[in-house]
């Protein structure tokens, strides 16, 4: 899957460095080790920094870098109203 992000991540912790890790992967699950750390993730516009912390652990990262924006409803749309 995404092993390449934690070969990074374990890389940084042997090192002691807190670097940030760039990513588009959406899917990978965050893991203890990722704590701590700053990931920035693409969510096809822009990059978001996300700083993980231990209420994050076993959620994915696109959890945190919302694609869409949900802009409200027509004002016209009658369909579903009495």
């Not at 965050?30 to 993980?52: D, S, W």
Request: glycine fraction near 8%; include cysteine; hydrophobic fraction near 40%.
């Amino acid at each position: 899957m995404a092993n390449h992000l934690l070969k990074r991540i374990k890389d940084l912790n042997v090192g002691g460095e807190k670097k940030v890790i760039v990513t588009w992967s959406h899917a990978f699950t965050i893991v203890p080790t990722m704590i701590g750390h700053t990931i920035v993730v693409h969510n096809r516009q822009e990059h978001l920094f996300i700083y993980r912390t231990n209420h994050m652990v076993g959620h994915k990262l696109g959890e945190f870098a919302a694609i869409r924006t949900f802009r409200g409803h027509a004002k016209t749309d009658k369909k579903f109203r009495c």
